[in-house]
């Protein structure tokens, strides 16, 4: 119960201390909550040894999941887990789609969904991990390609398992990316 409690503590002064210093924009400074924000702390997020592989936050592991997507950007594919929530699966029932994503900030791809989503609550995790894919402001969809620290709400929807050439297959500027089951 102590480790439990000395954990919760660290992870709560680390997203004190990240959000105080965190120099990184994000679409997020003007968002509108899509719910109620999260009262228990955000999970901390662990940079994968492998820079290859994106880290799903440790409440969101595997047997939490729900579905496995393809996302295609050009010709590279990437395989990319849905989280179970509702979210995650109302996006997942809409597949296919295709959007044309905008940069933003050098560090993610955005774009607006044209369909419904239920309302949902916020998280706010310590650390963005390239692969990440989070709902921003509502029904904006939003593609990690870098990672970064993070004081910004979201909701999870999935990430990508191995990130291998994601950043170059985004690169720079507007991109068009799909998302099939």
Same mark, same amino acid.
């Given at each position: 119960?102590?480790?439990?409690?000395?954990?919760?503590?660290?992870?709560?002064?680390?997203?004190?201390?990240?959000?105080?210093?965190?120099? *990184?924009?994000?679409? =997020?400074?003007?968002? %509108?909550?899509?719910?109620?924000?999260?009262?228990?702390?955000?999970? !901390?997020? +662990? &940079?994968?040894?492998?820079?290859?592989?994106?880290?799903?936050?440790?409440?969101?592991?595997?047997?939490?999941?729900?579905?496995?997507?393809?996302?295609?950007?050009?010709?590279?594919?990437?395989?990319?887990?849905?989280?179970?929530?509702?979210?995650?699966?109302?996006?997942?029932?809409?597949?296919?789609?295709?959007?044309?994503? *905008?940069?933003?900030? =050098?560090?993610?791809? %955005?774009?607006?969904?044209?369909?419904?989503?239920?309302?949902?609550? !916020?998280? +706010? &995790?310590?650390?963005?991990?390239?692969?990440?894919?989070?709902?921003?402001?509502?029904?904006?969809?939003?593609?990690?390609?870098?990672?970064?620290?993070?004081?910004?709400?979201?909701?999870?929807?999935?990430?990508?398992?191995?990130?291998?050439?994601?950043?170059?297959?985004?690169?720079?500027?507007?991109?068009?990316?799909?998302?099939?089951?």
């Amino acid at each position: 119960m102590k480790i439990k409690k000395i954990s919760m503590l660290i992870s709560i002064i680390c997203v004190i201390a990240l959000a105080g210093c965190s120099g *990184n924009s994000s679409p =997020s400074e003007s968002s %509108v909550s899509t719910g109620e924000t999260s009262s228990t702390p955000p999970p !901390t997020p +662990t &940079p994968s040894s492998d820079p290859a592989e994106s880290q799903a936050p440790e409440e969101f592991q595997e047997d939490d999941t729900m579905s496995t997507v393809n996302i295609q950007v050009g010709n590279k594919n990437f395989t990319a887990i849905m989280y179970d929530n509702e979210s995650a699966q109302a996006i997942f029932q809409e597949m296919p789609f295709t959007l044309e994503m *905008n940069d933003y900030a =050098s560090q993610e791809k %955005v774009a607006e969904l044209t369909f419904d989503l239920p309302s949902a609550v !916020t998280e +706010t &995790p310590a650390a963005i991990n390239a692969g990440d894919m989070y709902l921003w402001s509502g029904n904006n969809l939003v593609l990690f390609y870098t990672t970064f620290s993070n004081s910004y709400s979201y909701v999870p929807v999935g990430y990508i398992e191995d990130i291998t050439g994601l950043q170059d297959a985004l690169g720079s500027g507007s991109v068009e990316v799909t998302f099939q089951k």
